[in-house]
Nanobody, 129 residues
Framework: QMQLVDSGGGLVQAGDSLRLSCTSP????????QGWFRQPPGKEREFVAG????????AYADSVKGRFTISRDSQKNKLYLEMNSLKPEDTAVYYC??????????????????????WGQGTQVTVYA
């Protein structure tokens, strides 16, 4: 079974940037879509960004659109989340995830966390003002 390991979190000041990485040790990424989710303190887990394996279609939460970019490098077997212009409200534990379920060719169909069957362990991002 595929496992995911996410990393790259840290403590940064508002306006700074971070790049999160997710890899599948020992095997290539598999699945229909990969996504990044986050869980702020005391809140539910929420969709941040996702990318379809087949056509690279992407989707973003409105709160991060224009600031975050999701990408993948098949040769390096990695998924990335580039986060720019970070805000204190971006503080959360960030998780990468993958799903083998197929809901069509548009990433917007894959926003719900319950569609994903494999998760990373999470990496903490803390943004201070």
């Amino acid at each position: 079974q595929m496992q995911l390991v996410d990393s790259g979190g840290g403590l940064v000041q508002a306006g700074d940037s971070l790049r999160l990485s997710c890899t599948s040790p020992g095997r290539s990424f598999s699945g229909v879509a990969q996504g990044w989710f986050r869980q702020p303190p005391g809140k539910e887990r929420e969709f941040v960004a996702g990318i379809l394996w087949s056509n690279f279609d992407t989707a973003y939460a409105d709160s991060v659109k224009g600031r975050f970019t999701i990408s993948r490098d098949s040769q390096k077997n990695k998924l990335y989340l580039e986060m720019n212009s970070l805000k204190p409200e971006d503080t959360a534990v960030y998780y990468c995830a993958s799903t083998t379920q197929n809901f069509g060719s548009e990433m917007r169909n894959y926003r719900a966390s319950n569609l994903y069957d494999t998760w990373g362990q999470g990496t903490q991002v803390t943004v201070y003002a």
